[in-house]
């Protein structure tokens, strides 16, 4: 039976995102946090995936990274303001 692992993917995407905050951090707005967050980060985390069947867990995961990220950007830990700027 094939499978995915995500595990490099969701390294990369933490190693490139926490490089990018470490070097803009609070200085940038948090628009242009997100926009490279979008353009760098992104594309670690969903290339290759339209290649392998996701299931409900491996779309959960990929989210957490997502939503991890955007608690770090805006120092908040509570699920709905997260899901509050993830959808604008």
């Not at 490089?19 to 628009?31: L, M, P, Q």
């Amino acid at each position: 039976m094939f499978s995915c692992c995500f595990r490099h993917s969701k390294q990369g995407v933490y190693r490139c995102f926490n490089a990018i905050f470490s070097e803009v951090g609070r200085i940038a707005s948090d628009e242009v946090t997100i926009e490279l967050f979008k353009k760098k980060c992104l594309a670690l985390l969903l290339y290759g995936t339209e290649a392998c069947a996701m299931k409900k867990y491996h779309i959960a995961s990929l989210q957490f990274v997502v939503n991890t990220c955007f608690a770090k950007i805006f120092n908040t830990r509570s699920k709905d303001v997260i899901n509050d700027c993830q959808d604008k």
